[in-house]
């Protein structure tokens, strides 16, 4: 299965590619904005589903980690990479700028949901500090939520929820 991109709300639609051949044009119209809009079959315009790339692999590719976002009835898992300094993480809409977009349909995560800053100390060991954006349904960690101004150390296999979604931090063996 390939996704196509839709170019008005960026809604993401999935497709067979094994019915159709390399260069031929094809016609969609977007569920959700009702734009309709072609694509011609190629590499260029066609994404993999997250479940046909290698997650583990891209995991250790990531030297500041990552977060892994746990499938549920409103999305496919995704793979966020992390940088240094903060990095903001939400629901992924069109015009809105962050860090880590999260391709969901989960009304209840906010667009700048919570800010995961990562930094190294003077050993050169990775910390990873997690906080609330402020957002509307809030940020839990291991169940507890986070208050407007707690900003709290979290480790590798943290889980952290965001609206109605599962992350999972995966840090750095360095």
Do not use: W
């Amino acid at each position: 299965m390939k996704r196509v991109l839709c170019p008005k709300c960026d809604h993401y639609m999935t497709f067979d590619e094994t019915k159709y051949v390399e260069g031929q044009s094809l016609v969609f119209v977007c569920e959700h904005c009702k734009k309709q809009f072609s694509i011609r079959i190629g590499k260029s315009k066609l994404r993999a589903t997250q479940k046909e790339e290698n997650p583990e692999e891209l995991v250790k590719q990531n030297t500041l980690g990552c977060l892994i976002v746990v499938e549920n009835v409103f999305g496919f898992k995704q793979i966020l990479s992390l940088h240094e300094g903060d990095n903001v993480i939400g629901r992924r809409c069109k015009g809105t700028d962050i860090d880590a977009p999260i391709e969901t349909s989960d009304m209840s995560m906010d667009r700048r949901h919570c800010i995961i800053n990562v930094k190294r100390d003077k050993q050169g060991k990775i910390i990873y500090t997690l906080r609330d954006n402020p957002s509307v349904t809030g940020t839990f960690l291991m169940n507890e939520i986070l208050g407007d101004r707690d900003r709290v150390c979290i480790e590798d296999g943290a889980v952290i929820t965001i609206g109605a979604t599962s992350l999972i931090l995966r840090a750095t063996e360095k």
